[in-house]
């Protein structure tokens, strides 16, 4: 990074043959920062570059780590052995903050030198009464000593700089270890876990659950090559917008499909739509597309037929099955959309159009599929925050155009 700028090492992805990735790369020493579509880089110095850099660390590392089993197509070199990105910058930004890890030791004595504790005072000594007077001839005062563990010193101070050869490019060029610090697994483990076991502190508890999380990803190798992303960005989509907008017992709205065969039913795997959405009375069936027609403009990217008359089928089964009529009464609409991602320069929301098919009459909501795209960078931000605000711009722009 050394006489480049951030911003020369950030590349937003084009999601177009192996130009796919999302994350962090960094081959031979060289970082690469790759955003996904619709992305747009702040403007500025690299201070800003930086906040987008973690808004997309944050992004992968809230629909990732173990959560990752469940995508099938997940990068291998997240889904095996996850870098512990987010422990780095914990650990650098501590660092920074704080210095090296220190034990606080209060130590009471008798004495005039230190602070005077009052309260043991009172509570172990004898006070002399001279003229109605109370006077405590002997004072228990406090001093406070610093302690430093050397053993736990070192393995701070490997920790620290393993951050630093990895994620200090976001901070500084230098790295404040210079030695090389040698890897003992099993001693370092059990030096952090007996702190952790041996403090109330959360604050310290923290700290030493990152060092633990280094400690056991980091073999011995010097290698400072690493890959911290996907290359199936889609999956994330989907999480993104499932989290922001979806309800969490969505199964319940799942239509299911059976084979009968010599008397005995058997139940298929249940049709999955990817998020459903309540607002008002009204029932929202989304289908996140992680598709290039917000950067292309390109009739190609939209959805297809079978992904149109899937929708059609989900909103057809919510509309007319007794059981939602049952809770949400007979007045609710039900809304099928597809959202893609764009940029919105500033924009959160745009109406593409409507998808349909000709084996309907097209007159009731949930047969005519609306295409909404989403700016990406804003879905990020408003998953951070916990913004509800996105769901009401949605239903708005819906009811614009129905």
Same mark, same amino acid.
């Given at each position: 990074?050394?006489?480049?700028?951030?911003?020369?090492?950030?590349?937003?992805?084009?999601?177009?043959?192996?130009?796919?990735?999302?994350?962090?790369?960094?081959?031979?020493?060289?970082?690469?920062?790759?955003?996904?579509?619709?992305?747009?880089?702040?403007?500025?110095?690299?201070?800003?570059?930086?906040?987008?850099?973690?808004?997309?660390?944050?992004?992968?590392?809230?629909?990732?780590?173990?959560?990752?089993?469940?995508?099938?197509?997940?990068?291998?070199?997240?889904?095996?052995?996850?870098?512990?990105?987010?422990?780095?910058?914990?650990?650098?930004?501590?660092?920074?903050?704080?210095?090296?890890?220190?034990?606080?030791?209060?130590?009471?004595?008798?004495?005039?030198?230190?602070?005077?504790?009052?309260?043991?005072?009172?509570?172990?000594?004898?006070?002399?009464?001279?003229?109605?007077?109370?006077?405590?001839?002997?004072?228990?005062?406090?001093?406070?000593?610093?302690?430093?563990?050397?053993?736990?010193?070192?393995?701070?101070?490997?920790?620290?700089?393993?951050?630093?050869?990895?994620?200090?490019?976001?901070?500084?060029?230098?790295?404040?270890?210079?030695?090389?610090?040698?890897?003992? +697994?099993? $001693?370092? *483990? @059990?030096?952090? !876990?007996? /702190?952790?076991?041996?403090?109330?502190?959360?604050?310290?508890? &923290?700290?030493?659950?990152?060092?633990?999380?280094?400690?056991?990803?980091?073999?011995?190798?010097?290698?400072?090559?690493?890959?911290?992303?996907?290359?199936?960005?889609?999956?994330?989509?989907?999480?993104?917008?499932?989290?922001?907008?979806?309800?969490?017992?969505?199964?319940?709205?799942?239509?299911?499909?059976?084979?009968?065969?010599?008397?005995?039913?058997?139940?298929?795997?249940?049709?999955?739509?990817?998020?459903?959405?309540?607002?008002?009375?009204?029932?929202?069936?989304?289908?996140?597309?992680?598709?290039?027609?917000?950067?292309?403009?390109?009739? +190609?990217? $939209?959805? *297809? @037929?079978?992904? !149109?008359? /899937?929708?059609?089928?989900?909103?057809?089964?919510?509309?007319? &099955?007794?059981?939602?009529?049952?809770?949400?009464?007979?007045?609710?609409?039900?809304?099928?959309?597809?959202?893609?991602?764009?940029?919105?320069?500033?924009?959160?929301?745009?109406?593409?159009?409507?998808?349909?098919?000709?084996?309907?009459?097209?007159?009731?909501?949930?047969?005519?599929?609306?295409?909404?795209?989403?700016?990406?960078?804003?879905?990020?931000?408003?998953?951070?925050?916990?913004?509800?605000?996105?769901?009401?711009?949605?239903?708005?722009?819906?009811?614009?155009?129905?």
């Amino acid at each position: 990074m050394i006489n480049e700028s951030i911003r020369d090492r950030c590349h937003i992805n084009t999601n177009v043959d192996s130009d796919t990735f999302v994350g962090i790369n960094c081959i031979n020493g060289k970082i690469e920062i790759c955003f996904p579509l619709g992305f747009e880089l702040s403007g500025g110095s690299d201070k800003e570059i930086r906040k987008d850099i973690m808004l997309l660390i944050y992004t992968l590392a809230s629909n990732s780590e173990k959560r990752l089993s469940e995508y099938s197509k997940v990068d291998q070199d997240t889904s095996k052995n996850i870098e512990p990105i987010q422990s780095y910058i914990y650990v650098i930004q501590d660092f920074m903050l704080n210095g090296w890890y220190k034990e606080i030791e209060n130590c009471y004595s008798y004495g005039m030198k230190g602070k005077i504790n009052w309260n043991r005072t009172i509570k172990r000594e004898q006070p002399v009464v001279s003229n109605n007077e109370f006077f405590y001839l002997d004072f228990i005062t406090k001093k406070t000593d610093v302690k430093q563990d050397e053993l736990f010193k070192r393995v701070h101070s490997y920790c620290i700089k393993k951050s630093f050869d990895k994620m200090g490019w976001l901070y500084t060029s230098t790295n404040p270890i210079k030695e090389k610090i040698e890897l003992d +697994k099993k $001693l370092f *483990e @059990s030096v952090i !876990i007996e /702190k952790m076991n041996n403090t109330f502190n959360d604050k310290n508890r &923290e700290l030493f659950g990152h060092l633990l999380a280094i400690v056991r990803f980091c073999g011995d190798s010097d290698s400072v090559d690493y890959k911290y992303g996907t290359s199936n960005f889609e999956y994330i989509w989907e999480k993104m917008i499932d989290k922001v907008l979806g309800i969490k017992h969505k199964d319940f709205y799942f239509p299911k499909t059976y084979w009968k065969i010599d008397g005995q039913v058997y139940e298929n795997n249940s049709l999955l739509p990817d998020t459903i959405m309540l607002y008002d009375d009204d029932i929202y069936v989304i289908d996140a597309k992680y598709y290039k027609y917000g950067w292309k403009r390109e009739n +190609k990217f $939209l959805p *297809e @037929s079978t992904s !149109i008359n /899937k929708q059609i089928t989900y909103g057809e089964y919510i509309a007319t &099955e007794n059981k939602f009529k049952k809770m949400h009464g007979n007045k609710y609409n039900v809304y099928n959309v597809f959202i893609m991602p764009y940029n919105g320069n500033g924009t959160m929301t745009e109406y593409i159009g409507d998808a349909y098919g000709d084996w309907k009459k097209n007159d009731k909501t949930y047969e005519v599929v609306k295409g909404i795209l989403l700016d990406t960078k804003k879905l990020m931000k408003v998953q951070r925050e916990r913004n509800e605000s996105i769901k009401e711009e949605l239903v708005h722009i819906i009811n614009e155009n129905v």
